[in-house]
């Protein structure tokens, strides 16, 4: 947790604590993102404008991109560190699922939701290795969450930080989109970020705070904007396939290499030792056999099914 530090006298005499609101930040996504980033930069500026500022944040697992989530609370004088549900007055999220899941946190009145498109679909949303088998994440589109928000955008920041060079600037993009929601200084926000951003991407990370507030910005004068297409839903399958395992019997020097590591048990050593797939229905075509047979023997095929 970030406390802030003591209010110079100018800076006091700046802000009247019996009128400056407390107004709610809420920045989430998944680890490596830049969301402590993000809520530090936010934290720094709003300090600069004379605010007393709290910061907190949790980032458990986030190096295995786990759940990473920072709340920032400004005003007069800031007791909690934490958002209450439903007080969010804005909801940044670098990561779309992230962003549904924290959704009823956003104050429903009047709250604003920002949300990058990208969507890292995590492990336990992959449960199910079957074929064609739906996978356990956000089905709801972009153009759906915006239409039910009061003020909503979701952008393509990582396709964005992409067409200027540098992919990891996605995250100075989505900054520079929430940074249209207050009424700082440019010249604050330049110079906090070259303070956090690495060396030498000082210029890059600038002309990507630029983009994210230029595309805010012509959202707001043409609604029909708010939302970029959205990659393709990963809990969609794609076109059926079949798969077909082609065991070459006198190579197969029965070593059950194979048959130990294959994830869905469907090989095992008949009586001559030699692989033999018992289940095709449950293959789902991972090539792992085919990959670590010493012996070349198994070759994985994907062949389109033969129309009716």
């Given at each position: 947790?970030?406390?802030?530090?003591?209010?110079?006298?100018?800076?006091?005499?700046?802000?009247?604590?019996?009128?400056?609101?407390?107004?709610?930040?809420?920045?989430?996504?998944?680890?490596?993102?830049?969301?402590?980033?993000?809520?530090?930069?936010?934290?720094?500026?709003?300090?600069?404008?004379?605010?007393?500022?709290?910061?907190?944040?949790?980032?458990?697992?986030?190096?295995?991109?786990?759940?990473?989530?920072?709340?920032?609370?400004?005003?007069?004088?800031?007791?909690?560190?934490?958002?209450?549900?439903?007080?969010?007055?804005?909801?940044l999220a670098l990561e779309w699922a992230e962003g549904l899941r924290w959704l009823?946190?956003?104050?429903?009145?009047?709250?604003?939701?920002?949300?990058?498109?990208?969507?890292?679909?995590?492990?336990?949303?992959?449960?199910?290795?079957?074929?064609?088998?739906?996978?356990?994440?956000?089905?709801?589109?972009?153009?759906?969450?915006?239409?039910?928000?009061?003020?909503?955008?979701?952008?393509?920041?990582?396709?964005?930080?992409?067409?200027?060079?540098?992919?990891?600037?996605?995250?100075?993009?989505?900054?520079?989109?929430?940074?249209?929601?207050?009424?700082?200084p440019l010249e604050d926000w330049r110079k906090v970020i070259g303070m956090f951003?690495?060396?030498?991407?000082?210029?890059?990370?600038?002309?990507?705070?630029?983009?994210?507030?230029?595309?805010?910005?012509?959202?707001?004068?043409?609604?029909?904007?708010?939302?970029?297409?959205?990659?393709?839903?990963?809990?969609?399958?794609?076109?059926?396939?079949?798969?077909?395992?082609?065991?070459?019997?006198?190579?197969?020097?029965?070593?059950?290499?194979?048959?130990?590591?294959?994830?869905?048990?469907?090989?095992?050593?008949?009586?001559?030792?030699?692989?033999?797939?018992?289940?095709?229905?449950?293959?789902?075509?991972?090539?792992?056999?085919?990959?670590?047979?010493?012996?070349?023997?198994?070759?994985?095929?994907?062949?389109?099914?033969?129309?009716?």
């Amino acid at each position: 947790m970030s406390q802030a530090e003591p209010l110079s006298q100018d800076q006091a005499a700046a802000v009247d604590p019996a009128t400056a609101t407390t107004r709610n930040v809420l920045v989430v996504g998944v680890g490596g993102q830049g969301v402590i980033m993000i809520s530090k930069v936010l934290a720094l500026v709003c300090q600069m404008q004379g605010y007393s500022v709290k910061q907190s944040e949790v980032h458990g697992m986030a190096k295995r991109g786990g759940s990473v989530f920072s709340h920032v609370r400004y005003g007069g004088q800031v007791w909690s560190p934490t958002i209450p549900q439903g007080e969010a007055d804005v909801l940044l999220a670098l990561e779309w699922a992230e962003g549904l899941r924290w959704l009823p946190h956003l104050r429903p009145e009047n709250g604003v939701f920002i949300s990058d498109t990208q969507q890292v679909v995590p492990p336990f949303a992959c449960r199910n290795r079957s074929i064609g088998a739906e996978l356990a994440y956000a089905k709801e589109t972009p153009a759906e969450i915006v239409e039910r928000v009061t003020e909503g955008y979701a952008l393509a920041a990582g396709r964005m930080a992409d067409e200027i060079g540098n992919s990891r600037a996605a995250n100075t993009i989505l900054l520079g989109s929430l940074s249209t929601t207050f009424d700082f200084p440019l010249e604050d926000w330049r110079k906090v970020i070259g303070m956090f951003v690495p060396k030498g991407t000082e210029d890059v990370n600038i002309e990507a705070f630029e983009l994210g507030r230029k595309w805010i910005e012509e959202a707001r004068a043409n609604p029909e904007r708010a939302t970029d297409p959205a990659p393709p839903a990963p809990h969609l399958s794609a076109a059926p396939v079949e798969v077909e395992l082609e065991i070459t019997e006198a190579w197969c020097k029965g070593c059950d290499i194979c048959v130990k590591l294959c994830p869905e048990r469907c090989l095992v050593l008949d009586t001559r030792q030699v692989a033999k797939l018992t289940d095709p229905k449950a293959c789902t075509g991972c090539r792992i056999c085919e990959w670590l047979c010493p012996d070349f023997a198994i070759a994985v095929k994907h062949r389109e099914p033969v129309a009716a």
